[in-house]
């Protein structure tokens, strides 16, 4: 029988014999598949050696696939069910010239059809036909098959309810879709996330993926990459179970949902979206309340630190603030004080923005600046509601700040958070803010600046550490005598390799002492409080997170990292 062009110069060049040739050429036609799927499934030749042979003989270039990034393809180039029947791949577009993939470059039917159909010039590029294949297949299938695979048979055994389905009927919109892929993907994530302890989960389109991110341990890791055609279905039913405004796209919107686990135990997530430009960003924070019962002991306060903190708290009357960066563990310290202090002959109340854990027995509002419930409307609103104990979610304004120090002088206490570098910093903070430093001095009470440092997993290992760096990171002389250990991260299945599990805290506790409230009344400087403060004993945030590493809690490179000399 005639051989067909890419088999008749195989076999010229000497790569086959004539008769696999002929036997491959009869079983192509015969089976309806292509000679050069016939030519490898016989092994006549190996796949990457054709590529080469191709290139060199009809002189095209070659490409290897590994180092090629698909995301970069050009969308919709060629009609998918020419690509699928072809076995041909659009690379890139430069003007009207269109880069083509293709391991058969005796396949002239399929460039014609080509340059007929998007009617530019066609370059072809020879690539290895199993790699070829490979990636066909991938991008031909459906977007629901590649959920179902992400998804796979995980949540057979899971219970999963949201309460606020009901938001879906108030949207008009049908909560039959329970068994959609895009619902049971959410599904999915919202577990894997709560499994791997992560605290917030970014949903991020971008202009040639959509990926998922979750933060865990303080660090965020990409745990997905779903296709891009499911980023609008997703934002959707994120924002129907959380009840947004579905048809809103244009700005960011707040919201809430809750995942429910068992009869004992429910997640909330805090939901945030944001209008970027391929698509809605979507951030959840996890609030789990089991976080609050935890106990002072669990949060890594030092002996001392927990009896200054205890002594302080236990006060009738001032103001304790609490004072760190975003995702410092502020609100975890301020509810587990306040669940300390939760008893049937006390009143609390708080201002929250939003309240992130349901703490039960303790009044909590959620502030609203559009219906005017502000932090002073509400504050002003505690006081005429009998009061032991107020916590505020956050002092942003001289007039937040002048009502929370009124109260604290009045006989309540006053719990709130800052966003500073360190507690002697607070001070000057609120002088700078407009509060009198006689009202300073006279109502607070003792400031808490914190930061959580990754704690080392069980798979760490003993370190040695030149002197000269422990010197530079804080040591003194005396604590570089080889009575405690430095351990390093190292990396196991149970940190997923990272070497760290879980966070610790660590704290700077300084109680406003009298010659503190001195500097204060005589405008002085964060220079000259952290002075004092030290001459006091109140150690650095550096200091306090070198004693985790003699502890062998965490590394010396993550105090480094999250803390200041």
């Not at 080469?52 to 180039?77: H, Q, R, V, W």
């Amino acid at each position: 029988m005639p051989l067909s062009g890419l088999a008749r110069s195989l076999l010229q060049a000497g790569r086959i014999t004539a008769a696999q040739a002929e036997s491959c050429s009869k079983k192509a036609v015969g089976e309806k598949i292509a000679l050069i799927d016939a030519l490898l499934r016989d092994k006549a030749i190996d796949s990457r050696a054709l590529a080469i042979f191709c290139s060199d003989t009809f002189g095209y270039p070659l490409l290897d696939f590994s180092a090629f990034k698909l995301a970069n393809l050009p969308e919709k180039a060629i009609d998918a069910k020419l690509m699928q029947s072809q076995r041909v791949l659009a690379l890139a577009k430069r003007g009207n010239r269109l880069m083509v993939a293709l391991s058969d470059p005796t396949n002239t039917q399929a460039l014609e059809q080509i340059k007929f159909q998007t009617e530019m010039m066609v370059e072809p590029v020879i690539v290895d036909h199993q790699q070829l294949v490979s990636i066909i297949e991938k991008l031909g299938q459906s977007d629901e098959q590649n959920l179902n695979e992400l998804i796979g048979d995980e949540l057979d055994n899971i219970d999963f309810v949201d309460e606020e389905a009901a938001g879906a009927a108030a949207e008009g919109l049908s909560t039959d879709i329970d068994d959609a892929p895009v619902v049971r993907f959410l599904q999915k994530i919202l577990i894997d996330a709560i499994n791997m302890g992560a605290s917030d989960l970014h949903f991020e389109p971008f202009e040639k993926y959509y990926q998922i991110r979750f933060r865990v341990d303080g660090v965020l890791r990409e745990v997905a990459q779903p296709p891009l055609a499911i980023k609008e279905k997703l934002a959707s039913r994120i924002k129907v179970i959380s009840k947004l405004d579905i048809s809103e796209k244009r700005v960011p919107q707040d919201g809430r949902m809750k995942l429910v686990l068992s009869k004992a135990r429910s997640i909330d997530f805090r939901v945030s979206t944001l209008p970027t430009l391929f698509g809605e960003k979507i951030v959840m924070r996890i609030l789990d309340a089991t976080q609050a019962q935890m106990g002072i002991e669990s949060l890594g306060y030092e002996p001392y630190q927990k009896e200054l903190l205890m002594d302080a708290i236990q006060r009738p009357y001032g103001m304790v603030l609490v004072t760190g960066p975003t995702g410092s563990g502020k609100t975890v310290s301020l509810y587990t004080c306040l669940n300390i202090l939760n008893q049937p002959g006390i009143n609390i109340s708080t201002a929250e923005d939003p309240a992130e854990i349901n703490l039960p027995g303790v009044n909590q509002v959620n502030v609203n600046d559009r219906a005017g419930l502000t932090f002073p409307v509400a504050l002003k609103a505690f006081l005429r509601q009998d009061p032991d104990i107020i916590m505020v979610g956050e002092i942003r304004d001289l007039e937040t700040a002048d009502i929370a120090i009124k109260a604290a002088q009045t006989g309540h206490m006053v719990f709130s958070t800052l966003h500073t570098n360190d507690a002697p910093s607070t001070l000057t903070r609120l002088m700078n803010m407009g509060v009198a430093p006689f009202n300073i001095a006279s109502s607070v009470i003792m400031i808490t600046a914190q930061r959580l440092a990754r704690r080392l997993c069980t798979c760490k290992q003993a370190t040695s550490i030149p002197d000269e760096a422990l010197l530079e990171a804080g040591f003194t002389d005396d604590e570089i005598d080889g009575s405690w250990t430095s351990y390093k991260a190292v990396g196991c299945e149970r940190c997923s390799g990272s070497g760290y599990k879980g966070r610790v805290g660590i704290y700077q506790i300084m109680p406003i002492s009298e010659a503190i409230e001195r500097i204060i009344l005589s405008h002085g400087t964060a220079l000259e409080i952290e002075a004092q403060a030290r001459l006091d004993g109140v150690k650095t945030l550096r200091e306090a997170g070198l004693s985790k590493v003699k502890a062998g809690l965490t590394s010396l490179e993550e105090v480094l990292g999250c803390t200041n000399v």
